[in-house]
């Protein structure tokens, strides 16, 4: 019985975490959606920059007070040449991404984000003259396709909206590319990420928030109806942004990398689903069908990606181990 109950333990923690991790993902973006079309406040920039501060200070409190997670030093040069680049791709990215979700609903902006993986490895094609196996551009298939399939059938297009959610992803994939240089040698995990970066990002974001928005803000302030809970619903949808960051760190450390993806993607049906029960914004039969057919590519992406990095490491076991054949040999020869 005692046995069971440890087996299953596991397995519980993993699906806490995966359902914690939707339900601050689904509410934020929905929260942020109700702010741009509900509470008119159309202002981007200040929003994603409410969210950097909150984040900022959540992550001084878990890490410095609390003391969640071990602070990883970093050289104060490093902070600025390595850091501070991926926090000005982070912002472009979360700015993008809120610029998306004013002009279009939360099911297309979410069928357009999955196309990140194709990014992603285009980009590094492209700039890096990366070669990848023909089994991960056949997998890019079907995410295209029904990408496609989703944009001509969307009944709320918009030009802007759209080119924001696809300059999005390709944010998304340089954040992730730089990741791998600027942050080598450094294992960073979730909260020491938004420790470091959040601040930068404030900073990057305060100046053109101030003088692009700022008149605007001012306005919405003088002429909304119910100030206060508008802008409690703001600061909500920032605390709640650095609380999607730390559950994001607590699926991973819960979950297998086959797992996490998966998920990932039964999240974007999620958020869908939950959007349209918000708002009831249009969704027509092709269009689920498109947004259907990129989550079923995505998943068979990670899970290509994952069975060519096991034989990866395969392949490199056994180089390893045939290296020490020989000598082995060779002392009972000598023997």
């Known amino acids: 019985m005692e046995e069971t109950q440890l087996l299953s333990w596991p397995v519980f923690r993993s699906i806490l975490a995966i359902l914690q991790?939707?339900?601050?993902?689904?509410?934020?973006?929905?929260?942020?959606?109700?702010?741009?079309?509900?509470?008119?406040?159309?202002?981007?920039?200040?929003?994603?920059?409410?969210?950097?501060?909150?984040?900022?200070?959540?992550?001084?409190?878990?890490?410095?007070?609390?003391?969640?997670?071990?602070?990883?030093?970093?050289?104060?040069?490093?902070?600025?040449?390595?850091?501070?680049?991926?926090?000005?791709?982070?912002?472009?990215?979360?700015?993008?991404?809120?610029?998306?979700?004013?002009?279009?609903?939360?099911?297309?902006?979410?069928?357009?984000?999955?196309?990140?993986?194709?990014?992603?490895?285009?980009?590094?094609?492209?700039?890096?003259?990366?070669?990848?196996?023909?089994?991960?551009?056949?997998?890019?298939?079907?995410i295209v396709g029904g990408i496609l399939l989703a944009s001509i059938t969307e009944l709320s297009f918009n030009v802007l909206g759209f080119c924001a959610a696809l300059f999005g992803c390709l944010a998304t994939s340089t954040k992730t590319i730089l990741a791998e240089s600027l942050l080598h040698g450094y294992k960073f995990d979730s909260i020491n990420t938004v420790y470091y970066m959040a601040p930068f990002a404030t900073m990057i974001l305060a100046v053109p928030a101030i003088i692009l928005e700022s008149g605007g803000v001012v306005t919405w302030l003088y002429t909304h109806q119910s100030v206060g809970t508008g802008l409690f619903v703001i600061l909500s949808?920032?605390?709640?942004?650095?609380?999607?960051?730390?559950?994001?760190?607590?699926?991973?450390?819960?979950?297998?990398?086959?797992?996490?993806?998966?998920?990932?993607?039964?999240?974007?049906?999620?958020?869908?689903?939950?959007?349209?029960?918000?708002?009831?914004?249009?969704?027509?039969?092709?269009?689920?069908?498109?947004?259907?057919?990129?989550?079923?590519?995505?998943?068979?992406?990670?899970?290509?990606?994952?069975?060519?990095?096991q034989n990866q490491q395969q392949v490199t076991t056994r180089s390893s181990s045939s290296e020490l054949l020989p000598l082995v040999n060779d002392k009972h020869d000598k023997a």
């Open 21 to 142: 991790w939707w339900a601050f993902n689904v509410t934020v973006i929905i929260m942020n959606k109700w702010i741009f079309q509900k509470l008119d406040f159309k202002f981007p920039l200040t929003v994603s920059c409410i969210h950097f501060i909150c984040s900022s200070i959540g992550a001084y409190i878990a890490i410095k007070l609390v003391k969640i997670k071990p602070l990883i030093e970093v050289d104060p040069e490093d902070r600025w040449r390595r850091i501070f680049p991926m926090s000005f791709v982070f912002c472009i990215n979360i700015v993008l991404g809120n610029v998306s979700l004013r002009y279009i609903p939360v099911s297309f902006m979410q069928t357009i984000k999955s196309f990140t993986p194709a990014t992603t490895v285009i980009l590094q094609w492209v700039v890096w003259k990366k070669r990848f196996d023909r089994r991960i551009w056949v997998s890019l298939v079907p």
């Open 237 to 309: 949808s920032g605390i709640l942004a650095f609380c999607l960051n730390f559950s994001i760190f607590y699926v991973i450390h819960s979950t297998t990398a086959v797992t996490f993806n998966v998920a990932g993607n039964l999240k974007v049906a999620v958020a869908v689903i939950a959007s349209w029960a918000v708002f009831r914004n249009p969704i027509s039969g092709l269009n689920a069908f498109g947004c259907a057919i990129t989550l079923m590519g995505c998943t068979f992406y990670g899970f290509v990606r994952q069975r060519l990095q």
